[in-house]
């Protein structure tokens, strides 16, 4: 009777998701038609705007991702803008080199807007948000000075001649045609990445990087492939450019037009594809509504910015997003389905015992961990308990990587685990969940959990650019998944809501739903039955001890002695950063020390 | 089919002239629609916004006349807001959206040099003063005109008076980074070369550099007789006069007609230190060795003083230019009618149009107009009502 | 030329380690990095000609309403573009936020003011030649700013409670500090010296809306460069970078000197991210 039901909760999520897809489409199949129509109803000017529009759109579509999804802050991408204008410009010219085919030229150009997105981008690796952003303004300062000097072959202040395209792409509503296609290519594309888990991996680095890295997501591999798409799209976007305006010059290469790009993101908000691309055509065309205007328009691109990010963060597709707006019911329980587990994590792995052989480490003058000796079995709930400050937290970050001891050895099965790797901890399937929970709020709880399983994907992430099978097949796979862990947990009923709705018990559920993702031979769970109320206490114990009897090794850092006496095989007390008590609940509960340091009473 | 635009402008007088504007003539004809893409904001926009001035005077003056051949002038701006991507958009507009008959402008090179390959494919003749020396082409832009001077020309009456005149032979050439002062810069230097001068110094400098004295330190360590400095920016300008008068160092300046505008003057730390500045300006609009303005400018200029139109922080020639400009336009039309290939074979054939500017010529090979001796150099510091005395040494 | 480079240089580089300074104030009080700092640099020689030069009022007056016009920028800052994102956990609002406010007060000083550089007065009236009030009144100003602040951190109660407040807000709050009222007040600090930076050198780089995106980006690099937090790191690096500044103006001219300063800094900052004086940061799991 049950699993019936439980079989036919992920089909029929299947149906629903292939509706929302529909209804998702919807407004981009909307524009796609009325750009192709637009010949017959705007005249030769609008023309041109949706012309720039197009092109702006291209360069806008690759940096959404750097920008909207990956959260960098990279305001100067003009400088790839003047790159790629200037490189197609002066290939087809013949100055330097003979003179070349226009659409080779724009390929040779994409190739070196990648290599100089990645040089622009790699500082993010290291730099803070405000560093980061300053070293982009100061880039896109670089190449206009660049280009003005190197006079022999970009003619310096007197610039160089755009490149014409052959026919039919050479009169206007060609070359309309023309770049209205790339347009739309690269929406396709972006729309893709968005939808796999490398764009979900993105908005996990941007509002949750320490979840991320406990997923096994590594920023600089995901960060590299992004600025590399992102600069290639933005030198062909130059390119595009230079056609348009016959003529380029350093001087039309303004930050203006970078804070443009900038803005029209932000406008439309991070983590949409289909905000930025109604943010980019308004900003195009806003300015040639009224004359008057035209001055102001940066300023108003300014007020308009500060509008949204202090109001409407979330920008045009906060607004566009009805179906977040549906209220949810007000009393919802979480009814964990344990007997799913088994299913969800398949046969117990052969690992051995995660072993903590007195560990010590201190922060500056403060012992925080002191000789710590800690066992974890396979099959096994283990509680850690203690006083604040006695070490739990640290013990876990330890344990999954993020600090290293100074004394002492982690093992698993015998072999020691490398130090400072968090991001590796998934592969050796470590999973945890976090003391607050780190969960994209602007995501939805799926997406959120399938998040979990990044690692576990074959697609690269050119084929989920262009959507190839094995995208397709690990997006059903991650899918269908993330909808069984979320129904082992008892949430499959909040799966399209935006998780920054729920409550905080369903967001600490979530977090477990999304370390499940991983089939984790060991899960570090960091006080989860903070906040909760005494039947959802009741109902995480079943949970935890259900996923220790499917061969996992649990280790649960916790305040509340019953959940722990109730569900624990072993407990092991900390003070003051070294072992109080250690042995099973029995013994613990009755041990003097403990009572008096910890239990009371 | 669309909105028709209006750029309404700051200046008091721009306010009257466009109030005599807002109403077409009540006959049935239907008005002459002139493009006109002026950069009026941005920061390239002080010449924009003086030929303005003259641009609306003339239009005004025309209209109270009857018009052209009773149809009343139009003029349909678009500020290009010193950027090529809107003068393109604007020029877009104009010719597909507006249809209008021809275009004047626009005033800043960068942005002409975007337009012209526009305005060509959609076959509308077009007049502009910018200065840089590839913007006409009778080949390739059969309908684009320029009615001012070149690059060339303006370079070549500076060099010959620092050479010929002043009779200095090594020389400085200096510039900003800007699209202008690096063109400017590498046309000039050649030039000089080729006339057996000794080009001891040259370079482009950040115009927001507040410190020019290394770079005057090192045009006096290298023999340096005369300073030609090229830019449109007054505060770089006027920090070479500045730091050449706290040197104390007694060289000629011999450059760009900015030297001698208004902006430059207000930023000077002693009104003595313009003496020796000598800036390019245009004989017909200068004093003559007489101390008197020729007749056409005189009227001129009492027109504008009773159009209340204010030269002080501008020059006479922008005004100037702007004036003649949409009346060679009306002269056309008037001759021969308002299509684009009768404009475009009046124009060709135009020889010797009396503006205040200058004398318009232009053959079916030249289509640069303006003639080479009226390009002059002028002594900055006897500004007086936007016009100047021929610098000393000048013949007639 | 040694002389005139090395003058200049340290005259520009007081201006950059005012800003810098301005950074660091802002900073402190709000752990956040604002973009308005540049153009609390423009504002201060922009009001200064308005008021002194437009107007006509006495040097000493036009000095106070230019530090109070900073003050109060400072506090709009902190009230409109800070304080409402300090609350969101999303870290990246506040670079939008103040970016936002930045680009429109320089939008429309642009418009109103104009695009040309106008000339700022003189202040003194005293000959020019030899050591120029240009060039001593932005190292005056440094002087005075580095003194009050080292006075008032470590002999008043106001300065004890910014220290605090930079050191670690909970602690600081749960002593009862007054949180919310002190980082405005940092900030109107903050702001004045902001202007202080524009009215000082406002002979010297005239009063140009265009300085604002300059001194945005040659303020910050003494804070990156001397290490967040540090006023004498800002000092002694904006001191740095405008002598290396004029030299490379010098040495290579002005296309190239704007490439190796920006070459150098990020160089420096890929090596060293927390600043050649600062400490490495500490997670927060």
């Not at chain 1, 080779?104 to 100089?116: C, M, Q, S, T």
């Not at chain 1, 990087?209 to 992004?226: M, R, Y």
């Not at chain 3, 002005?254 to 004086?277: C, D, H, N």
Request: glycine share 10%.
């Amino acid at each position: 009777m049950e699993m019936p039901a439980a079989q036919l909760q992920p089909s029929r999520a299947n149906v629903l998701g292939s509706a929302c897809a529909w209804s998702a489409a919807l407004p981009f199949l909307a524009l796609l038609a009325l750009g192709i129509a637009f010949p017959l109803f705007g005249g030769g000017y609008w023309g041109l705007i949706a012309t720039r529009a197009c092109v702006y759109w291209v360069l806008v579509s690759g940096l959404n991702l750097v920008v909207g999804f990956a959260g960098q802050i990279a305001i100067g991408w003009v400088a790839l803008l003047t790159l790629g204008a200037y490189t197609t410009s002066v290939l087809t010219a013949g100055n330097v080199t003979p003179a070349l085919p226009p659409y080779l030229a724009l390929v040779i150009a994409a190739v070196i807007g990648g290599v100089f997105g990645l040089i622009l981008g790699l500082p993010a690796l290291r730099l803070r948000t405000f560093y980061f952003a300053i070293t982009t303004v100061g880039f896109a300062t670089i190449v206009t000075q660049v280009a003005l000097a190197w006079q022999s072959v970009t003619g310096g202040g007197v610039g160089v001649a755009g490149p014409i395209f052959p026919p039919p792409f050479s009169s206007p509503w060609g070359f309309y045609y023309f770049c209205f296609g790339l347009a739309a290519i690269c929406t396709w594309m972006t729309a893709n990445v968005a939808a796999s888990r490398f764009g979900r991996a993105l908005t996990a680095i941007r509002d949750a990087e320490v979840a991320a890295e406990a997923s096994g997501i590594s920023k600089p591999a995901l960060l590299a492939a992004v600025f590399v798409f992102s600069g290639a799209v933005a030198a062909v976007a130059g390119g595009l450019f230079a056609s348009l305006q016959s003529y380029i010059t350093p001087d039309a290469f303004t930050l203006d037009l970078s804070v443009l790009f900038f803005i029209a993101i932000l406008i439309g908000g991070r983590g949409s594809i289909l905000g930025p691309l109604l943010g980019t055509i308004l900003l195009t065309v806003l300015p040639e509504f009224a004359a008057p205007l035209v001055a102001w328009s940066t300023f108003l691109y300014a007020a308009l910015l500060l509008v949204i990010v202090l109001a409407i963060p979330g920008g045009i597709a906060e607004i566009l997003d009805f179906k977040n707006r549906r209220p949810l019911e007000s009393h919802r329980a979480i009814i964990p389905r344990p007997e799913l587990l088994a299913r969800l994590l398949g046969s117990p792995p052969d690992a051995g015992a995660l072993t903590l052989e007195q560990v010590a480490l201190s922060f500056g003058g403060v012992q925080a961990i002191d000789g710590l000796d800690l066992e974890i079995r396979p099959g096994q709930v283990h509680g850690l308990i203690g006083p604040n400050g006695s070490g739990k937290t640290t013990t876990l970050n330890v344990i999954s990587g993020y600090y290293a001891p100074q004394r002492g050895k982690v093992s698993l099965n015998g072999a020691a685990l490398p130090l400072f790797s968090r991001h590796r901890r998934a592969h050796m399937r470590i999973a945890r969940t976090f003391q607050t929970p780190r969960i994209v709020g602007a995501a939805s709880v799926l997406e959120n959990v399938m998040i979990g399983g990044t690692i576990d994907g074959a697609a690269t992430f050119v084929e989920s650019l262009l959507s190839l099978p094995r995208h397709r097949r690990d997006e059903a796979m991650l899918h269908d998944t993330a909808m069984l862990a979320l129904t082992a947990v008892g949430l499959e009923r909040l799966a399209p809501v935006r998780a920054d709705r729920l409550q905080h018990s369903e967001l600490r559920f979530t977090e477990i739903a999304r370390a499940l993702m991983l089939r984790p031979a060991f899960l570090l769970l960091d006080e989860p039955a903070a906040g909760l109320s005494a039947e959802e206490i009741a109902r995480l114990g079943a949970l935890l001890v259900a996923i220790a009897r499917a061969g996992t090794g649990v280790l649960v850092v916790e305040h509340h002695p019953d959940l722990i006496f109730d569900i624990c095989h072993r407990v092991t007390v900390l003070n003051l950063g070294r072992t109080l008590a250690a042995g099973t609940p029995d013994e613990i509960r009755s041990h003097r020390e403990v009572v008096n340091a910890y239990l009371g009473g | 089919m669309w909105m028709t635009r209006r750029q309404m402008l700051a200046s008091a007088s721009a306010a009257t002239i466009a109030g005599g504007l807002a109403k077409p003539a009540i006959a049935a004809n239907e008005p002459i629609l002139i493009g006109y893409l002026p950069a009026l904001t941005g920061p390239s926009s002080s010449t924009g916004i003086g030929i303005n001035r003259g641009i609306q005077l003339a239009v005004q003056e025309i209209n109270a006349a009857g018009g052209v051949n009773g149809r009343q002038l139009e003029l349909i701006t678009r500020d290009t807001q010193s950027d090529p991507t809107k003068a393109v958009n604007g020029a877009a507009e104009l010719t597909r959206g507006q249809k209008v008959s021809v275009v004047f402008g626009p005033v800043n090179s960068g942005e002409s040099l975007a337009v012209v390959p526009l305005l060509a494919r959609t076959n509308t003749p077009q007049v502009h003063p910018c200065w840089v020396d590839s913007l006409t082409d009778p080949q390739k832009y059969p309908m684009c005109f320029r009615n001012a001077p070149t690059n060339q020309q303006i370079g070549g009456a500076a060099n010959r008076y620092v050479l010929d005149v002043l009779k200095r032979k090594k020389v400085a050439v200096i510039s900003d980074t800007t699209g202008y002062g690096t063109a400017s810069v590498n046309a000039y230097v050649p030039m000089l070369k080729a006339n057996d001068a000794d080009v001891v110094y040259q370079g482009n400098v950040d115009a927001a550099d507040p410190d020019l004295k290394p770079e005057l330190l090192r045009m006096q360590s290298a023999g340096a007789e005369a300073i030609m400095p090229w830019s449109v920016n007054a505060g770089f300008l006027s920090r070479i006069i500045n730091t050449r008068g706290d040197m104390g160092w007694d060289v000629p300046i011999v450059g760009q007609t900015t030297l001698g505008s208004g902006q430059t003057k207000a930023l000077l730390e002693k009104p003595d230190y313009w003496a020796k500045v000598y800036p390019n300006n245009f004989r017909n609009v200068c004093y003559a060795p007489g101390g008197k303005l020729s007749d056409r400018t005189g009227a001129f200029l009492d027109r504008l003083k009773s159009a209340k139109i204010d030269l002080g922080d501008t020059l006479l020639w922008w005004v100037a230019l702007g004036y003649d400009s949409p009346r060679m336009i009306a002269e056309a039309m008037k001759n021969v009618g308002p299509e684009p290939a009768q404009i475009v074979g009046f124009l060709n054939k135009l020889k010797g149009f009396p503006g205040v500017y200058g004398d318009i010529s232009f053959t079916p090979e030249q289509h640069n107009g303006y003639p080479d001796d009226e390009v002059v150099m002028v002594e900055a510091n006897s500004l007086k009502d936007g016009a100047f005395n021929l610098a000393p040494g000048y013949s007639a | 030329m040694i002389e005139s480079i090395v003058s200049t240089g340290v005259a520009i580089g007081c201006i950059y380690a005012l800003i810098g300074i301005t950074y660091t104030v802002m900073f402190s009080a709000s752990r956040v990095f604002s973009f308005t700092a540049g153009t609390l640099g423009m504002l201060g020689g922009v009001l200064g000609a308005l008021f002194i030069a437009h107007f006509g009022l006495p040097v000493a007056a036009g000095l106070v309403l230019v530090l109070a016009a900073g003050a109060s920028f400072g506090i709009v800052t902190e009230i409109v573009a800070v304080r409402p994102v300090l609350r969101s956990l999303d870290q990246h609002l506040y670079v939008l936020s103040t970016l936002a406010l930045a680009l429109m007060v320089q939008q429309f000083t642009a418009i109103e003011w104009g695009t040309d550089a106008r000339p700022f007065p003189r202040l003194f009236d005293i000959d020019r030649g030899g050591f120029d009030q240009q060039l001593w009144l932005p190292m005056l100003a440094c002087i005075v700013v580095i003194v009050g602040l080292e006075l008032l951190y470590r002999y008043t109660l106001m300065g004890h409670a910014f220290l605090a407040i930079a050191e670690d807000t909970y602690a600081a709050r749960a002593l009862g500090l007054p949180e919310r009222r002190l980082r405005l007040t940092s900030y109107a600090l903050a702001g004045a010296i902001g202007a202080l930076a524009g009215f000082a050198g406002g002979e010297m780089l005239l009063a140009f809306f265009g300085n604002a995106p300059l001194l945005t980006f040659y303020g910050f690099i003494p804070v990156a460069l001397g290490g967040m937090g540090s006023n004498r790191g800002a000092a002694v690096a904006g001191l740095l970078l405008g002598l290396f500044q004029q030299a490379a103006n010098f040495l290579v001219g002005g296309i190239f000197a704007s490439v190796a300063v920006f070459t150098v800094f990020i160089l420096v900052l890929l090596v060293r991210p927390e600043g050649l004086a600062g400490a490495s940061l500490q997670r927060r799991v």
